[in-house]
Each structure stands twice: as C-alpha cells, then as structure tokens.
C-alpha cells in the first residue's frame, strides 16, 4: 500500500511541503523538482555532458526570475502533473518520485 498526499502546501516563495497519508511530511524546493523532471526532453539533457567551461553560461531572464509552481494538479490517482513558473508543464511526477524527492520535515 502506498502513501498518498493528503495535504499540499506552498513553502515559502519557492518551496512546497506534501502531507502524506502515512503522517511523513516532505518539503521540496521548486529548483530540485524542476531538476528532477521526469519527462523525456529533461532526461535527454541531464544525460548530457555540461557545456565546456570556456563558454560564458547564458542566463535567460526565466532563469533569472526565482522559479515557483505555477500549477500542480492530480493525473488520475498515481501522479502530479507540475507547471512551472518557467512555462515547464509536461513533467508528470509519481508519487513514487515524489516519496524520494524533498527532506522529511520533523513534525
Ligand atoms: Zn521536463
């Protein structure tokens, strides 16, 4: 039997805390979910080697801006899908990945 969210929670401007169904209680920072994101194009450029150091790292003005949750809502009863502030939304997370993701918070 798995854990459910019985409770999400905005953290601060970019945080977020779930309240699961078993009484842990995980806090997530929006920077690693967005790193985390699950879909394909992600995947493809985490496995990516990092660009050469001698290049100038650009920053785009989304970037720039701190990155929050634009929206979350359900996908059927076994995952979230997450929209983020950066006009990222095709990443569906499971809970499974949500129950490694985060630090439990001490209740
Ligand atoms: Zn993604």
């Avoid at 493809?44 to 990155?67: D, F, G, H, T, Y």
Wanted: hydrophobic content about 35%; aromatic content about 6%.
């Amino acid at each position: 039997m798995n854990a459910i969210p019985v409770k999400l929670a905005r953290s601060g401007v970019s945080g977020l805390v779930i309240e699961w169904s078993d009484g842990q209680s995980r806090e997530y920072s929006v920077r690693e979910l967005r790193d985390a994101c699950p879909c394909a194009s992600c995947r493809e450029k985490r496995s990516q080697p990092p660009a050469p150091a001698n290049l100038l790292p650009v920053l785009s003005l989304s970037e720039a801006r701190p990155l929050a949750i634009a929206k979350m809502e359900p996908v059927g009863n076994y995952a979230y899908s997450i929209e983020f502030s950066d006009g990222h939304n095709t990443g569906i997370y499971t809970l499974e990945l949500l129950q490694q993701l985060g630090q439990e918070t001490g209740v």
